[in-house]
């Protein structure tokens, strides 16, 4: 079973260049996902593996064959790379029934007739639509649609999975359960799989592998548990999920670590790792941060005191603004709080340095 | 659920990945457009050739000139058919923009009685053949015409002139009308309702509303309208033939075609130039026109969702009489010519001296049915109209794929060269093509014979099929392709499994567009018509000419009812493929 082996991509439309010598590796039966705002090269990326869009530099290797070479005139048609693709509009032929949808791919490969019949019947019953073979795709619901799309990309066994936001047109609710029931049919399978999307909580609940993109470049690269914990970049730290930013002066704390000290936080604040320079940027998860009432008896007497400035309500949780001297925190919190002072703790491995 | 999903069978394991195919699909695409492009741009090539040259170019010897150009500048008919002809084209399109501007607000802005069943009747001029039309306007309202008869002979009162440019210029803008017509409706239903609310909120009344904010936004789409009818009356050639011939009023089309059918000297170089000279006039125009409307305006029925629900204009008491008006108005201009045509087809002559049923006479009918110039035209014709008709929506399908849907190399000229001959004035294109059968060699294939005249009409007619089926085809989503191709499907096989089943709507709809208008056009082909290869348009016009009006009126009635049948047939066999 074969990895992808994307390799210093770059691509410009017009003068604004979409793709900025991008390399990275899928590896076999590896669930990859590429993240970022739109305009970031995510799509871009994904069409240059699928063959709808040639890369002005780079090369796109899938096991044995390459895809796309510049260097060497290599650029294999979009119909000849083998692949399965999910778009995001399913772009399922209206005129064909499920069944004839698809069939398609193995028709094209001059399958014989009792052969398609089987598999398509196969492939069918995998994404639990055997009942609706002989419907028309006007008459199937969103989330019918989208299976048919995944069926018919892996009727004809492809070695790689491509999906294009494929989410977006569902509702919430079905959304979450087409996550897992998609996650879940893709490591059966085996399938190495690029996943494109915009959608943090996609990215984090379902992949082996986090790409973050931004203005043509992967910012950072790593299993959804390191890009959260340590986005290293303001940039994703920002897009994974709602982040405080300090910045102050490193120095050393009590029992050896690095500390970061503001002038709201004189004690400094315990940061894992190393950092070298005078100063630097800490982000901080607005769920990781404690804070308490000043007045509460048993509550932490060590951190700055902090004054609650608006609070919502928000079912699992409250959100607080607080403000801290001259810079003012997200905060997310189980326990209510009346407006007025807190005290405000970040504790140590809550924080990490960002560039 | 998990446990449902199991690894695939080993049937899957055999799957080769698909074939290449022996030929490039570039191939194909290559000669698709070569043939477009030859097709449209051959016929100019020898036509601005022979312009140049001193002899025709069948004869040997002959040097480059322009003496052809000098001729038709010397010549005082030419000058005096420019004249007609310029001030027809300003008759012609200020009463075409007026009527069809009042018309398209009547009908889509305002609560007039019995709108809808109007908006269906106001295209009638553009699906009646236009020399059915004609020939119904001079049999009722022609020198010797019913109704002037009535007026002149009978009540003693003044009567109109029918065939003096104000005349032809009544009918050519009642023609012209559903094209300004259409194009401000569509700009209407583009524009946003809410700026009429404002105003009227404002305090402004209907009419002041119209005036000042209607019309003034509609003030683009109305110039290019004009612009497009004023390119096209300068090329019109029926209605001098037919109205201006008892006066002796010419054209510049029918200038033409006189001094070639009538000339001394056969196929003579100053037609040709004249040809030419129209030819870069008519393409300025309609370049100046492109111009000026911008791109987002070409295609406005691709996206014409409107800005929501238009509350309309009450009329109040003139919305009865108003009405009537239109129903007026649709009953001059259509109803009776077309009565009167059937009428003129079933009597000896058309006069008031005496009841028309002492006149009846089946005779015309029967020489339809048995002289063999005369049902060889209907049969020629319908002919063209089905063969011709089908290849070419194949064909304009196929290259409207290319231009749009495909990744080769010249795709980008296909679309001007779809655009291009319905552009070009029709009596030119004839020319053209008369003198490229004439000069190339493939030519002489089809000089003799219909295909000469099928090809011609075919092309001059190949961008309304383009027309139709591109806005279907824009809104094809762009994945349906790439999903085929990542399925394994190369660009023929998308074409023929995914775009053109999908596509079959505007493929039949430009197919009766197409079928009419091959049945009733004649432009092209008055240069190419021998006998034995007769078509309905050029018979009538030869029998009109040679004073045959019965057996005329008698074809004319067979066109109108052969475009009847067609296009109810045609809106049911659509209605079941839209519901399927």
């Not at chain 2, 009538?262 to 130039?273: E, I, K, T, Y």
């Amino acid at each position: 079973m074969p990895d992808i082996r994307v390799e210093h991509l770059s691509k410009s439309f017009s003068g604004t260049r979409v793709l900025d010598n991008i390399s990275f590796t899928v590896k076999d039966k590896e669930f990859v996902t590429l993240l970022g705002p739109s305009g970031c090269g995510k799509t871009t990326t994904l069409l240059s593996i699928a063959g709808f869009q040639t890369p002005d530099q780079g090369r796109i290797a899938c096991g044995d064959d390459t895809f796309v070479d510049r260097d060497a005139r290599v650029d294999l048609p979009a119909e000849r790379r083998n692949l399965g693709i999910v778009f995001q509009s399913y772009a399922i032929w209206p005129h064909m029934t499920v069944a004839q949808n698809v069939a398609f791919p193995l028709r094209v490969r001059k399958t014989s007739k009792p052969a398609i019949r089987t598999r398509v019947a196969e492939v069918l019953a995998l994404v639990e639509l055997g009942a609706l073979a002989d419907r028309y795709p006007h008459q199937l619901s969103g989330g019918q649609q989208q299976r048919v799309a995944l069926a018919r990309a892996i009727a004809s066994s492809p070695a790689v999975l491509l999906l294009d936001e494929p989410f977006s047109n569902l509702d919430a609710k079905l959304r979450e359960r087409a996550r897992d029931w998609l996650k879940a049919l893709q490591h059966t399978l085996g399938l190495t799989t690029v996943f494109v999307t915009h959608d943090q909580d996609e990215a984090l609940s379902m992949s082996d592998r986090i790409l973050v993109m931004n203005g043509g470049r992967i910012l950072r690269e790593g299993t959804p548990e390191e890009v959260y914990r340590q986005p290293r970049v303001r940039f994703v730290a920002e897009f994974l999920g709602q982040c405080n930013f300090l910045t102050g002066a490193i120095g050393t704390g009590p029992d050896g670590g690095v500390v970061l000290r503001t002038a709201e936080f004189g004690d400094g604040i315990a940061v894992p790792g190393h950092y070298a320079g005078p100063s630097g940027t800490i982000a901080v998860r607005p769920a990781d941060i404690e804070i308490s009432s000043a007045v509460e008896p048993g509550g932490p007497d060590t951190g700055p005191e902090g004054t609650v400035l608006a609070a919502s309500y928000l079912g699992d949780h409250y959100q607080y603004r607080v403000a801290v001297g001259t810079v003012q925190l997200s905060v997310r919190s189980q326990r209510p709080l009346a407006h007025g002072p807190v005290r405000v703790r970040i504790p140590p491995n809550a924080a990490t340095f960002v560039e | 659920m998990m446990s449902t999903i199991e690894r695939p069978s080993e049937v899957t394991a055999q799957l080769a990945r698909p074939r290449a195919r022996w030929l490039p699909a570039s191939a194909g695409q290559a000669l698709v457009w070569f043939v477009i492009v030859a097709l449209v741009v051959g016929p100019f090539v020898p036509l601005v050739y022979s312009s140049l040259r001193s002899k025709p170019i069948y004869l040997p010897g002959g040097t480059f000139t322009l003496a052809a150009y000098r001729t038709l500048f010397a010549d005082p008919l030419f000058a005096r058919a420019v004249r007609n002809t310029v001030s027809f084209a300003v008759g012609t399109t200020a009463l075409a923009v007026a009527g069809g501007t009042a018309l398209a607000i009547l009908c889509t802005r305002t609560n007039l009685p019995g709108r809808k069943a109007y908006r269906l009747l106001l295209m009638a001029p553009i699906v009646i053949p236009p020399l059915g039309l004609i020939v119904g306007w001079l049999a009722i309202y022609g020198q010797s015409g019913y109704i002037t008869q009535v007026v002149g002979k009978n009540l003693h009162l003044p009567v109109w002139n029918l065939s003096s440019i104000a005349g032809m210029s009544l009918l050519g803008g009642v023609i012209a009308i559903p094209i300004v017509y259409l194009t401000v409706q569509a700009s209407l239903a583009g524009t946003d309702s809410s700026l009429e609310d404002a105003a009227r909120s404002a305090g402004a009344g209907p009419w002041r509303v119209i005036t000042r904010v209607t019309l003034p936004m509609l003030r683009p789409a109305i110039l290019n309208c004009a612009l497009l009818i004023f390119a096209l009356s300068l090329e019109i050639l029926g209605i001098p033939l037919f109205l201006g011939a008892p006066s002796n009023i010419d054209f510049y089309a029918s200038y033409l075609y006189r001094s070639w059918s009538g000339g001394v000297n056969p196929d003579p170089a100053f037609v040709s130039a004249g040809a030419v000279l129209l030819l870069a006039v008519v393409s300025g125009l309609l370049i100046l026109r492109a111009r000026l409307s911008g791109s987002e305006q070409r295609f406005i029925a691709a996206d014409a969702r409107g800005g929501g629900s238009h509350r309309s204009l009450d009329l109040g008491r003139w919305r009865w009489p108003a009405s009537i008006g239109l129903g007026v108005y649709i009953g001059i201009t259509c109803v009776i010519p077309l009565l009167g045509l059937a009428l003129m087809s079933c009597v000896r002559a058309l006069t008031t001296l005496e009841a028309p049923w002492h006149l009846f006479t089946a005779e015309n009918w029967h020489l339809v049915a048995t002289d063999a110039t005369l049902r060889r035209s209907i049969t020629d014709s319908l002919l063209i109209a089905g063969g011709g008709g089908a290849a070419t929506v194949l064909l304009v399908a196929l290259a409207t794929l290319i231009a749009h849907r495909s990744g080769f190399r010249l795709r980008r000229t296909l679309a001007p060269a779809l655009i291009y001959p319905r552009a070009v004035p029709g009596v030119i294109l004839g020319i053209g093509f008369f003198w490229t059968y004439l000069m190339f060699t493939p030519g002489a294939l089809v000089r003799n014979n219909l295909w000469g005249e099928l090809i011609a009409l075919c092309v001059r007619n190949l961008t309304l099929a383009y027309v139709v089926i591109y806005p279907s085809l824009a809104r094809i989503n762009a994945e349906f392709d790439r999903a085929a191709r990542s399925s394994g499907a190369g660009w023929w096989t998308i074409a023929r499994r995914i775009l053109l089943p999908i596509l079959r709507p505007a493929l039949l709809a430009a197919f009766v567009l197409m079928f009419i208008t091959l049945l009733s056009d004649y432009d092209p082909v008055v240069f190419l018509q021998k006998p034995g290869t007769e078509v309905l348009g050029v018979t009538m016009l030869q029998y009109w000419q040679r004073g045959i009006v019965g057996p005329v009126a008698a074809l004319a009635v067979v066109q109108v009812v052969i475009v009847a049948i067609v296009l109810l047939l045609g809106a049911r066999v659509l209605r079941r493929l839209r519901r399927a």
